[in-house]
């Protein structure tokens, strides 16, 4: 009984209900302080009621619904693209000695190269259009997908392999009982950090000559010192950020339940 209870004081212990917004309250709660406090200079950074005054008069207007959807359409395409093709890359890599000769030491230039550094090759292969914006985005997740994919893929015990050919599965048993459990956990883990590189690439192609989009209305703004309205469009990708990460948590609870971890 003492070693059971020992040993549960060892972990993290039990999680708090909605403990991840906890931070972002935290730094709500600071910075409405500091800018009813006198502060800050609202030139600088405008309070929270003046960001949410802003916000609703951009509903009002149309403008934050219309370039809203325009940026998510963007950072869709571009991650299910570089999900597609980090994953089938990883796959090809990770199970075969002839994929991972001909992809592995690619994809690690690339990794040492980030997508932004390749904008201005793009740019003049692709113009400024939104085939360029996607395929940087693309190009950021899927080397995060890559990644952690691949070194699930490698890291399975090569004793699983051994007791699948003891026991004769096939090939396709193979695939569903052994690798696909091994490398789901990478998978998840390089889709949350795919996630997240979408929206940084966002960021910047949005204000790269472009016409719509989150980012160019921040641009439009810093033009005029309308802070009040580039804290309304960081606040926007800081929502769809935190958003998406914890739907991708979330169904990685559902997928991966037969583990028992810490974050159970």
């Keep these: 009984m003492s070693q059971a209870i020992a040993r549960r004081r060892l972990g993290p212990g039990r999680s708090y209900p909605y ?32 960001v949410l005054s802003t916000a609703a008069d951009l509903i009002a207007q149309g403008r934050l ?25 990883a796959v090809a890599a990770g199970l075969s000695r002839l994929g991972e000769s001909l992809i592995d030491g690619t ?26 914006k996607v395929v940087v985005i693309a190009l950021g997740v899927a080397v995060s997908v890559y990644v952690n994919t691949y070194a699930a893929l490698t890291g399975i015990d090569s004793r699983y392999v051994e007791l699948a050919e003891v026991v004769g599965l096939s090939r396709a048993a193979f695939l569903r009982k052994v690798v696909v459990p091994g490398a789901l956990p990478g998978f998840f883990i390089g889709l949350r950090l795919g996630v997240t590189a979408s929206w940084l690439a966002l960021i910047v192609v949005e204000q790269i000559n472009a016409t719509s989009g989150i980012g160019y ?44 971890t810490l974050a159970n």
């Excluded at 991840?20 to 309070?47: F, H, K, M, T």
Aim: glycine letters at 12%; zero cysteines.
């Design 19 to 50: 403990g991840r917004i906890a931070g972002p309250l935290l730094l709500l709660a600071v910075w409405s302080a500091a800018a009813y406090g006198g502060l800050l200079d609202p030139r600088v950074l405008s309070s929270p009621g003046k």
């Design 217 to 260: 209305m921040m641009f439009q703004a810093q033009q005029y010192a309308q802070s009040d309205v580039i804290v309304v469009g960081l606040l926007v990708y800081g929502i769809f950020g935190f958003a998406s990460d914890a739907l991708v948590r979330a169904v990685e609870r559902r997928v991966l339940s037969w583990r028992r």
């Design 65 to 89: 619904q219309t370039n809203l959807l325009i940026s998510l359409r963007r950072a869709l395409l571009g991650l299910l693209f570089g999900v597609g093709a980090g994953t089938g890359l």
């Design 107 to 132: 994809m690690q230039v690339k990794r040492a190269i980030p997508a932004l550094a390749l904008l201005p090759l793009l740019i003049l292969w692709l113009g400024i259009g939104e085939e360029m």
